[in-house]
């Protein structure tokens, strides 16, 4: 059916200096093959040197988040069929490159967790479940689905610029509790975010909703966050 | 060892074009501030001094500049609303955000081809 080339970023810290790119012909063997389809043969057939991340392949673990022809995506969803070739696959940008594919995600992560991506709920305890209404269930829609796959983070360049911003994910992360009816820890929520460091960084360049693989929309939650900082001061 | 990537770039996308462009166009105001004030600052020499300064600025070209200038302004200026409502309104939008910059955009042509219009005719005539 044809064969794709695959010209992929390499980076052997125990051997090279420096990452270079390296071309790999993949053979489309079946309607609807993915990138990750293709990384995998490429890692099981021709040269299992080859390191990604890999786990769920269905969009949902968020592992295998690739810079694919210039744009963040997530391999596992991305069909063959739609990209122009030769199909470049670079890791996330910015994102320091532990081997290969695989960058350090420890920074990003860690901002995650700096926010209490938790509930943090009235106390005392109800005895039984916390209710919700239908509306405000309805307000974290688009909000929860996030798959930490760092694809919205690498791709901003206030996150490049500013090592201490928090970047569009965590952000998104931290309003979906702000909006949360159960949840009382808005505030201190809210004070981590408001220096040069926190929501202001961003400058709405909109590539974090170009990115998302999921559809979500980290501008917007940043835009929530600024409201409400602005109108907590008058 | 980890080694950082040799580039940080991202697709140009309509969104990014934009604040590069609203970047710039900053830059060149503030440029332009600083010369504003340098040739006020002649003002505290005395009227002489002061009216040699203007001299200078009242060539051709610098008067043609001048539309440049109202250019800058009402891209810098009329951009900076739409990221306003960006912040506080629904407009942060991958499906509608390219809309809302080509309204936008609309604006500040006709804004300019007005203003430039006349400022270029004061410029022939006189």
Same mark, same amino acid.
């Given at each position: 059916? *044809?064969?794709?080339t695959?010209?992929?970023?390499?980076?052997d810290?125990?051997?090279?200096?420096?990452?270079?790119?390296?071309d790999?012909?993949?053979?489309?063997?079946?309607?609807?093959?993915?990138?990750?389809?293709?990384?995998?043969?490429i890692?099981?057939e021709?040269?299992?040197?080859?390191?990604?991340?890999?786990?769920?392949?269905?969009?949902?673990?968020?592992?295998?988040?690739?810079n694919?022809?210039?744009?963040?995506?997530?391999g596992?969803?991305?069909?063959?069929?739609?990209?122009?070739t030769?199909?470049?696959?670079?890791?996330?940008?910015?994102?320091?490159?532990?081997k290969?594919l695989?960058?350090?995600?420890?920074?990003?992560?860690d901002k995650?967790?700096?926010c209490?991506?938790?509930l943090?709920?009235?106390?005392?305890?109800?005895d039984?479940?916390?209710?919700q209404?239908?509306?405000?269930?309805?307000?974290?829609? *688009?909000?929860?689905?996030?798959?930490?796959c760092?694809?919205?983070?690498?791709s901003?360049?206030?996150? /490049?610029?500013?090592?201490?911003y928090l970047?569009?994910?965590?952000?998104?992360?931290?309003?979906?509790?702000?909006?949360?009816?159960?949840d009382v820890?808005?505030?201190?929520?809210?004070?981590?975010?408001?220096?040069r460091?926190?929501? /202001?960084r961003?400058?709405?360049?909109?590539?974090?909703?170009?990115?998302c693989?999921?559809?979500?929309?980290p501008?917007?939650a940043?835009?929530?966050?600024?409201?409400?900082?602005?109108?907590?001061?008058? | 060892?980890?080694?950082?990537?040799?580039?940080?770039?991202?697709?140009?996308?309509p969104?990014?074009?934009v604040?590069?462009?609203?970047?710039l166009?900053?830059?060149?105001?503030a440029g332009?501030?600083?010369?504003h004030?340098w040739?006020?600052?002649?003002?505290?020499r005395?009227e002489?001094?002061f009216?040699?300064?203007?001299?200078?600025?009242?060539?051709?070209?610098?008067?043609l500049?001048?539309?440049?200038?109202?250019g800058?302004?009402?891209?810098?200026?009329l951009?900076?609303?739409?990221?306003?409502?960006?912040?506080y309104?629904?407009?942060?939008?991958?499906?509608?955000?390219?809309?809302?910059?080509?309204?936008?955009?609309?604006?500040?042509?006709?804004?300019?081809?007005i203003?430039?219009?006349?400022?270029?005719?004061t410029?022939?005539?006189?």
């Open positions: 059916m *044809g064969k794709v695959f010209t992929i970023l390499r980076f810290p125990e051997k090279d200096k420096k990452p270079h790119y390296q790999y012909e993949v053979e489309i063997r079946r309607p609807g093959m993915m990138v990750l389809d293709g990384l995998n043969q890692r099981w021709q040269d299992g040197t080859l390191a990604y991340r890999r786990s769920c392949r269905e969009g949902v673990c968020g592992s295998d988040a690739l694919i022809n210039g744009v963040n995506r997530l596992c969803i991305t069909h063959l069929e739609d990209l122009k030769p199909v470049v696959i670079q890791p996330l940008p910015s994102m320091p490159l532990i290969d695989i960058v350090d995600l420890n920074d990003f992560q995650f967790f700096l209490k991506p938790f943090i709920p009235k106390k005392p305890l109800p039984l479940e916390q209710l209404s239908p509306e405000d269930r309805r307000k974290l829609d *688009g909000l929860y689905e996030c798959i930490l760092a694809s919205c983070s690498s901003c360049p206030s996150y /490049w610029a500013d090592p201490e970047g569009p994910s965590a952000l998104l992360n931290i309003w979906r509790f702000v909006v949360d009816s159960r820890g808005a505030d201190e929520r809210l004070q981590l975010l408001n220096d460091h926190g929501v /202001w961003c400058h709405t360049i909109l590539n974090c909703i170009e990115a693989p999921k559809g979500l929309n501008t917007q940043i835009g929530g966050l600024k409201k409400a900082l602005v109108s907590a001061k008058f | 060892m980890k080694a950082y990537q040799p580039k940080r770039h991202y697709r140009w996308h969104g990014f074009v604040w590069v462009l609203h970047r166009s900053g830059l060149g105001l332009y501030l600083i010369l004030i040739v006020l600052s002649h003002l505290m005395g002489a001094e009216k040699r300064v203007m001299d200078t600025f009242e060539s051709p070209l610098i008067r500049m001048e539309i440049g200038l109202l800058l302004v009402l891209f810098h200026g951009n900076g609303i739409r990221i306003v409502l960006m912040d309104g629904p407009m942060a939008n991958k499906e509608s955000y390219v809309k809302y910059l080509a309204v936008t955009f609309i604006a500040i042509v006709v804004l300019f081809l203003g430039g219009a006349a400022m270029l005719q410029l022939l005539i006189n």
